[in-house]
């Protein structure tokens, strides 16, 4: 029977990361940034300073926001804000899409109206994960959110609910979208290797031993 080397075989099972359910909260923008490639930023700066109606649904990149009614609340719109926020017009929740294979989910948020815990559901090809009482901060403030998904599952979509409903908006901006950093090619290739140094480390003990 044809036997593999230890190592070979330990190589092998690394290399074949199996899929793994879980999405983790990262609310520091700079741990959040650290831990992979930054592909997409989203903000709405570029609108008007009253409010505006982007489209609905509204793509932009890999995004597409999906409410029925999307608006977009300027700085002179009356609410306070000092950045330009995307809301649902009818207050929540709001929810979109996320297309490609993104491991990196992240984005700024506050309250248009009344203050209330929020709970962001974050949909991945493998399931479906709520994080409720979330507190933003209170307008113009802004308070990050980010979620990391695990090897093998990518973002597919997601949702900002507040508990009070009507009266009561989560308002976003500064959306990323990234990959979670993965072991460069020659990085496997220098993991197996080790490998094949302590095989060989642990048949000549074997020897040694022998003699």
């Keep these: 029977m044809l036997t593999l080397p230890k190592f070979f075989v330990a190589g092998f099972m690394l290399a074949a990361v199996p899929a793994s359910a879980a999405v983790t909260l990262i ?9 992979g490639t930054i592909t997409q930023a989203t903000n709405f700066d570029a609108f008007g300073s009253g ?14 926001f999906t409410s029925t009614d999307n608006l977009v609340v ?9 950045r330009n926020l995307l809301a649902y017009d009818r ?10 294979l993104h491991s990196l989910f992240g984005f700024k948020m ?15 090809n493998l399931g479906s994960y709520q994080f409720a009482g979330l507190v933003p901060a209170a307008n113009p403030g802004l308070s ?20 009070q409903g009507a009266g009561s908006a989560p308002s976003t901006t500064d ?18 290797a080790g490998f094949g140094l302590v095989g060989a480390a642990s048949r000549r003990r074997r020897t040694a031993v022998a003699c």
């Design 51 to 64: 409010f505006s109606v982007p489209g609905n649904p509204y793509t932009v990149g890999a995004l597409t």
């Design 110 to 124: 506050t309250l248009l109206g009344a203050a209330s815990p929020v709970t962001a559901t974050i949909v991945t």
């Design 144 to 163: 990050f959110y980010g979620f990391q998904s695990g090897a093998g599952e990518h973002m597919t979509g997601f949702t900002l609910a507040s508990a």
């Design 175 to 192: 959306y990323l979208l990234g990959a979670a950093g993965i072991p460069e090619p020659a990085s496997w290739a220098m993991l197996i």
């Design 91 to 100: 207050w929540s929740p709001m929810s979109g899409t996320i297309s490609g």
């Design 27 to 35: 609310t520091s923008e700079g741990q959040f940034t650290a831990a």
């Design 74 to 82: 300027g700085t002179a719109s009356g609410f306070g804000n000092t």
